[in-house]
């Protein structure tokens, strides 16, 4: 219990502190972050806890944003409503591809992802342009009105709604990897599958969930980002930026909690600060992502906590001297 | 007594290469039952048909009376019939107490004192995690998740493999205890370790059973080695 309390106050103390770093710098920067840090905390997930890695997350961005745009604009009015529809469109996407999916492994799963990724961005770009607009996407500025208690509407507003959706997520997948008995089949499935089949699950039914929450909520980053932007477009699916959200994990450390978070600032800002100097930003960003996996291969977050586990273990004394009566 | 596995027939392959060739055996309730062959026999494969980890290409196995087909691994282990296979592979990111809770939560048998009555070893190294164990201490740990949810057999392939010579006596004493509350079928190499453990061997030669020995002065001189 004291754990859970240290972790989720540890949780809603970083997100507070950043939330009031506006003062330093641009809400508009921070809240792309967080929006981008929920993005690739499933991929995270995915990574860390099942092994899976997976190039096609802005197919699963692109069906929250889309769920989303297309209730804005065709339907309704309410953002509240909005991501939320972008969410359920994003789960019941998963549910029936996840079948599918998840009965692959490592670069099989990849691969295939990375296909679902092309074969979304031509069905938002080519075959439903009659409704998405394609290239041109789906304007939504009229199309949304203020909404009660915190107007997501306004950037005010919608920069404290995020931050609240971010805890929320934060202390979910907080709960999910250290609390429950799921996050910890889910380790044993990237450890060792077959030896948690010995022990009677059905790791089929775990790798799906898994992969049904982590893409649920790329679909609700993928929601927050058409309210945000009150707009989306196909460009949103496309196959280019597929390595982003695999970049920011392994570069903040897939499967840590504050890895997400620590690798979106780092990429937003070197997207934002660099690309005012030199066009191609993404050169520095695949050399900081070279740079990290050398020297820990688990990424900064990853790294810092292997160092701290490390300083800690040298001063617990060794276990007690174990007898002959002990067995074995 | 009724048989508690009842093995007829079997045949097995991986992919154009047969393994097993018509494969019959049994295992009585509380019975202790080895398997000795040379490298390469089909010990493990047989251990894998009867776990539901590779499917048979004819044959049946019966586990108390239910044809067991093509279920799969985990539905089988949850019915009882538990494999222990050779590669002392634990959780290595999980504790001791973890690795339990997961069987635990898997059986719905939170009772770790008949755990503990058997390997009170891991009662002191509940907080240690999977990767900081032994080879013996990972074999406790696998055998004790094992009988989380009272299994009526277990399936132990190679139990002492890499294991010192003090904790393979430890480990004799343990399969008779286990014995006491369900039926045992391991395979190996180790012919000592089979003659003090064994009630009944089944001597394996190139995917055929060759021989069934029950007579016990023949298992303690070991004399089933001629088979092999």
């Not at chain 1, 997501?152 to 709960?175: D, E, N, P, R």
């Not at chain 1, 022990?199 to 039914?205: D, H, I, S, V």
């Not at chain 2, 279920?71 to 999980?94: C, S, T």
């Amino acid at each position: 219990m004291k754990r859970y309390l240290t972790g989720a106050t540890g949780i809603i103390l970083v997100f507070v502190l950043l939330y009031f770093l506006k003062g330093v710098l641009p809400p508009a920067f921070l809240t792309e972050v967080v929006i981008y840090s929920i993005y690739a905390m499933g991929c995270s997930f995915l990574i860390g806890c099942l092994g899976l890695t997976s190039f096609g997350q802005p197919a699963f961005l692109a069906f929250g944003a889309y769920g989303a745009g297309i209730y804005l604009y065709y339907f309704g009015t309410n953002s509240y409503v909005a991501i939320l529809v972008g969410m359920l469109v994003s789960l019941l996407i998963n549910m029936l591809v996840g079948k599918f999916l998840v009965r692959l492994s490592s670069s099989y799963f990849t691969l295939c992802n990375q296909a679902f990724c092309v074969v979304t961005f031509f069905l938002f770009q080519k075959a439903l342009v009659k409704w998405t607009f394609g290239d041109n996407g789906l304007l939504l500025i009229s199309r949304m009105k203020p909404t009660p208690i915190i107007d997501l509407t306004s950037s005010k507003g919608f920069y404290l709604f995020a931050f609240l959706v971010a805890i929320g997520v934060w202390l979910f997948f907080y709960y999910l990897t250290k609390k429950s008995v799921f996050g910890a089949t889910c380790l044993c499935v990237k450890d060792n599958e077959l030896k948690l089949r010995f022990l009677g699950y059905n790791t089929f039914n775990i790798k799906w969930f898994a992969f049904v929450i982590a893409n649920t909520v790329a679909g609700l980053a993928g929601a927050l980002y058409t309210v945000y932007f009150c707009m989306v477009n196909a460009n949103i699916a496309s196959v280019s930026s597929a390595s982003e959200a695999v970049a920011i994990s392994m570069l903040g450390g897939a499967g840590t909690l504050f890895g997400p978070l620590v690798g979106s600032f780092l990429f937003i800002g070197l997207k934002d600060i660099v690309s005012q100097f030199i066009s191609h930003w993404e050169l520095l960003v695949g050399f900081l992502l070279i740079v990290v996996m050398l020297a820990g291969q688990k990424g900064i977050v990853g790294s810092l906590e292997e160092y701290l586990a490390k300083q800690k273990s040298e001063k617990i004394p060794p276990a007690p001297a174990l007898t002959k009566e002990g067995g074995l | 007594m009724t048989n508690i596995v009842e093995v007829k027939n079997l045949n097995a392959a991986y992919g154009q290469s047969k393994v097993l060739f018509d494969i019959s055996l049994t295992i009585k309730p509380n019975e202790r039952v080895a398997i000795v062959g040379r490298n390469g026999a089909g010990k493990t494969t047989l251990l894998k048909c009867m776990a539901g980890l590779l499917t048979p290409t004819s044959g049946t196995v019966v586990y108390n009376g239910i044809e067991l087909g093509q279920k799969p691994p985990y539905e089988i282990a949850r019915m009882g019939l538990k494999y222990i296979d050779q590669d002392k592979h634990v959780f290595l990111d999980l504790t001791v107490r973890e690795n339990l809770q997961l069987s635990s939560y898997a059986t719905n048998d939170y009772d770790w004192d008949k755990v503990f009555a058997h390997f009170p070893k891991l009662k002191i190294l509940l907080e240690r995690k999977g990767a900081y164990l032994s080879g013996g201490e990972r074999q406790m740990l696998m055998i004790g998740r094992a009988i989380l949810g009272d299994p009526k057999v277990l399936l132990i392939d190679e139990p002492t493999e890499g294991l010192a010579p003090s904790i393979v006596d430890d480990l004799v004493t343990t399969f008779h205890e286990l014995s006491k509350d369900c039926a045992i079928l391991t395979v190996g190499q180790n012919l000592s370790f089979v003659s003090r453990v064994a009630e009944r061997i089944y001597a394996m030669k190139e995917g055929k059973l060759v021989a069934e020995i029950t007579d016990e002065v023949e298992i303690k001189d070991c004399r089933y080695s001629c088979y092999l």
